[in-house]
Each structure stands twice: as structure tokens, then as C-alpha cells.
């Protein structure tokens, strides 16, 4: 099965940027779409960014559009999610997430998504 490793949360302020990787064990040719979503205390799991591989096609939720920016790096099999200007809302644990199968739109649901890392918790402090 796919493996996906994260990295880069951590604790910033108000204003500041972070970027968190995602590194996916599946073969490129295998995966369709790699996402970004994200769980606040209490809050249900919500979509962030999504990109499909051979493409490069992203969506974004409105809430980070302008701020946020997914992207791929295809010779390691890893996607990014940028993040600037970061408001105490958008504090959560991040999860990335991986479709290897292709719908006919690019996939935002969390349903939509076999695969799933671990998470990573991004905390910004106002």
C-alpha cells in the first residue's frame, strides 16, 4: 500500500509562512492526485489544496486561496503546501492525502482519498 510521510509543522505566528512536505512511496504513474486537508480541535476534517500529478491542476479552499500553494516535485515524489500570512485559524493538524485511481474532476473530499499520512500539527499563535 502507499506509504506518505509529512514534515514541516511546527509552531509560528501570526503572519509568518511554513511549508510542509509530503513524501508518497507510490509510483508515479500510479497516483492520480495528492491533497492537503486539515483538522481543527472539534472541528471536522476539511479540504486545503489538491494537485494532480501528471497535470500539475490545483484547487484550493476559499478560506487559503491567495495564501496557500500546493505543488510537486516529481523526481521525489513529493508535494508541498506553502503556506503564507498564516492566521491563528489556521491552526489544525494538517494530513496529506493520495488518489490513485482518476475521477473526471480533480478530487476536494476527504472520501475521495484511499491514502492518508499521519498529520502534522501547524499552531499559529496570534
Known amino acids: 500500500q502507499v506509504q506518505l510521510v509529512e514534515s514541516g509543522g511546527g509552531l509560528v505566528q501570526a503572519g509568518d509562512s511554513l511549508r510542509l512536505s509530503c513524501a508518497t512511496s507510490?509510483?508515479?504513474?500510479?497516483?492520480?492526485?495528492m491533497g492537503w486537508f486539515r483538522q481543527a480541535p472539534g472541528k471536522e476534517r476539511e479540504f486545503v489544496a489538491a494537485?494532480?500529478?501528471?497535470?500539475?491542476?490545483?484547487a484550493y479552499a476559499d478560506s487559503v486561496k491567495g495564501r496557500f500553494t500546493i505543488s510537486r516535485e516529481d523526481a521525489k515524489n513529493t508535494v508541498y503546501l506553502q503556506m503564507n500570512s498564516l492566521k491563528p485559524e489556521d491552526t489544525a493538524v494538517y494530513y496529506c492525502?493520495?488518489?490513485?485511481?482518476?475521477?473526471?474532476?480533480?478530487?476536494?473530499?476527504?472520501?475521495?482519498?484511499?491514502?492518508w499520512g499521519q498529520g502534522t500539527q501547524v499552531t499559529v499563535s496570534s
Open positions: 492525502a493520495a488518489r490513485t485511481s482518476s475521477p473526471v474532476r480533480i478530487p476536494t473530499r476527504s472520501d475521495d482519498y484511499a491514502y
Open positions: 494537485i494532480t500529478w501528471n497535470s500539475g491542476n490545483t
Open positions: 507510490a509510483r508515479t504513474f500510479s497516483t492520480y492526485a
